[in-house]
Nanobody, 117 residues
């Protein structure tokens, strides 16, 4: 069974920081790209950041320079630190896992991030 469990969401003021964590099932952690996506009310889900099994990262233009993503191979977790948060970052954030050419196969249930001005 595959599970991705997000944690770390919450409410912060603009300019603040949050770190989201995704606990990934051991049976896919070393074989799948792990990513963070977000969906704001009334908007499409969008990719925020991703990290490959070798540590290569990719970021959406909207968060470039404000977000870092990292893997902890011992704990089987992927963390995303978000700095200088803006109200437009308010969304439900989802962790997902996938392999090249196969899309994002597995999804977590999401964690809410709310940024107030």
């Amino acid at each position: 069974q595959v599970q991705l469990v997000e944690s770390g969401g919450g409410s912060v003021q603009a300019g603040g920081s949050l770190t989201l964590s995704c606990a990934v099932s051991e049976n896919i952690f070393s074989t799948h790209v792990i990513s963070w996506h977000r969906q704001a009310n009334g908007k499409r889900r969008e990719l925020v950041a991703s990290i490959t099994t070798t540590g290569a990262t990719n970021f959406a233009d909207s968060v470039e320079g404000r977000v870092t993503i990292s893997r902890d191979n011992a704990e089987k977790t992927v963390s995303m630190q978000m700095n200088n948060l803006e109200p437009d970052d308010t969304a439900v954030y989802y962790c997902a896992a996938g392999q090249r050419g196969m899309g994002w196969t597995y999804w977590g249930h999401g964690t809410q991030v709310t940024v107030s001005s």
